[in-house]
């Protein structure tokens, strides 16, 4: 199975609308995180939020948002008050416990177009 | 300060060359990654190494051989170059007892076999 699976390989938002990037995983180990990254065009990785599974509120930072929804494993991503420069790809992950070496598991990505 | 770094950015080589990809960071990390995005933009592990120890090592050719000299540092070196190696190539490093540590990327190296 799977661990992320993001099902939206593209959407589209207006500019300074609202939009969310869907996001489910699959683990039986009680503690995870997960993260959401940011790839622009030119490449690079960009973190940008992070979401414990212990954490009781949902985690945000600056216009992004986590929804964590723990019973239903998902962890939607949502941009308030887009942006051109929020235009990308955008990917989903997961690390299970703290054991050393311990991967990072990526979604397959949702690329976002922000619409003029 | 670049965090992770490596090196180069890009790399245009023959099929049936040797390559390596270096990689460092400087954030005090004990593990570093390397992992492959290919064409359809999907990044997939390659390997894992914890305090210079390989720890996850997935189903890749042999020809892809990881070298850790020392926790800061994590080379690639890819032997017979294959088209279907084109690719890029990220590097990236974390904590791995601290679980909300992300991991911190390297720029990516895009590697094209002609």
């Known amino acids: 199975a799977q661990k992320i699976t993001q099902t939206q390989p593209g959407m589209f938002v207006q500019e300074k609308e609202a939009v969310t990037l869907d996001c489910t995983y699959d683990?039986?180990?009680?503690?995870?995180?997960l993260f959401w990254y940011k790839q622009p065009s030119s490449g690079e990785m960009i973190f940008l939020i992070y979401?414990?599974?212990?954490?009781?509120q949902n985690a945000t930072e600056g216009r992004y948002s986590l929804n964590f929804q723990k019973a239903r494993k998902s962890a939607n991503l949502v941009i308030s008050a887009s942006q051109l420069g929020d235009s990308a790809m955008y990917f989903c992950?997961?690390?299970?416990?703290?054991?050393?070496?311990?991967?990072?598991?990526f979604g397959t990505g949702t690329s976002l177009t922000v619409i003029p | 300060d670049t965090a992770v770094s490596q090196t180069p950015k890009y790399l245009v080589t023959q099929m049936g060359n040797d390559k390596s990809i270096k990689c460092e960071q400087n954030?005090?990390?004990?593990?570093m990654y390397w992992y492959k995005q290919d064409s359809k933009k999907f990044l997939k592990i390659m390997f894992s190494?914890?305090?210079?120890?390989?720890?996850i090592n997935e189903t890749v050719p042999n020809r892809f051989s990881p070298k850790s000299p020392d926790k800061a540092h994590l080379n690639l070196h890819i032997n017979s170059l294959e088209l279907g190696d084109s690719a890029v190539y990220f590097c990236?490093?974390?904590?791995?007892?601290?679980?909300?540590?992300?991991?911190?990327f390297g720029q990516g190296t895009r590697l094209t076999v002609v």
């Open positions: 990236a490093s974390s904590q791995a007892t601290v679980i909300n540590t992300e991991a911190f």
């Open positions: 683990t039986s180990d009680p503690s995870y995180g």
């Open positions: 979401q414990g599974s212990y954490d009781q």
């Open positions: 992950a997961m690390r299970e416990g703290a054991l050393a070496g311990n991967q990072f598991y």
């Open positions: 954030l005090g990390h004990d593990t």
């Open positions: 190494y914890n305090n210079k120890e390989l720890i």
